[in-house]
């Protein structure tokens, strides 16, 4: 399937696919797609970043107790005890009906006071808990946004992969921070003494040109101008000495990693 021309179909996709809504056969052809089209992983590797931080937000519990049902159940069985006793004598039995329904009046009358002070305790406690957690809800959304306003302007986005085709870094750019993110996705880890060097490839006739040297975190910012990135078609990272090599005569050591450069205003 080509993307190339339905850029909106892609964002869906990739979304879809991030937020787990893509199942089954098209779940499959999708990632069947991403794994020969370096567009399509990376269009799913920024929707997984984007959504990354929404797991924080869990939903709401209501109370689960029905309590006017369990009052109904007591007077209910105080009713049924109080019909299962002894059958009085005819002779008393008017008598023993009145003081019996008087008494099961004060009886019921005092049930009523004890549930009533505890259906209080029990509401205003659920009271409580929901304003609490509504209180909870109120932060985490106050800091989910000031989060969506402080997250990055990524235009430009690369996949760099090895030689098997396997993705390893994950480069995204912020031309208006002037900054670079790589993010390693792989197992890769270089020895003690060697160091891992971004490059920007060029267009034909001219040299690579040297983005900075790659810290050893999972998650590494670099600076660059975004005159020196618009315009590369490609990127790679190569092995370079501890502390990497002078920009001016490239790479020295093997290149380990290399993707194009795509923009994602496509």
């Known amino acids: 399937m080509n993307f190339a021309h339905r850029p909106e179909l892609l964002e869906q996709l990739a979304a879809s696919y991030a937020l787990g809504t893509l199942r089954g056969a098209a779940r499959r052809r999708f990632e069947a797609v991403a794994r020969q089209n370096v567009a399509v992983r990376a269009q799913a590797l920024i929707w997984q970043e984007r959504l990354a931080s929404l797991t924080e937000l869990q939903p709401s519990e209501a109370p689960s107790a029905n309590v006017w049902k369990r009052i109904a159940n007591v007077v209910e069985s105080q009713r049924q005890q109080a019909a299962a006793g002894n059958a009085p004598a005819p002779a008393a039995a008017p008598l023993r009906r009145a003081m019996g329904f008087w008494r099961g009046a004060a009886g019921l009358g005092a049930l009523a006071s004890v549930v009533a002070v505890v259906v209080g305790f029990q509401l205003r406690g659920q009271l409580d808990s929901q304003a609490t957690l509504l209180a909870d809800a109120l932060q985490k959304n106050t800091a989910l946004q ?9 235009q430009y986005v690369a996949v760099l992969s090895d030689d098997q085709a396997v993705a390893s870094v994950l480069v995204t750019f912020d031309p208006k921070k002037q900054t670079l993110m790589l993010k390693r996705v792989a197992d890769y880890h270089e020895a003690q003494d ?3 060097q971004l490059w920007a490839l060029p267009k034909a006739g001219a040299g690579p040109q040297s983005l900075g040297v790659v810290g050893e975190g999972k998650l590494v910012h670099l600076t660059a101008a975004d005159s020196a990135v618009r315009e590369m078609p490609a990127l790679a990272i190569s092995l370079e ?3 990497g090599v002078s920009g001016e005569a490239g790479p020295t050591g093997p290149v380990l990693f290399k993707g194009a450069l795509i923009s994602t205003s496509l």
Do not use: F, T
Not at 148 to 153: I, N, V
């Open 194 to 196: 060697r160091s891992l």
């Open 146 to 154: 000031a989060e969506l306003q402080a997250m990055p302007d990524i």
């Open 241 to 243: 000495p501890k502390g």
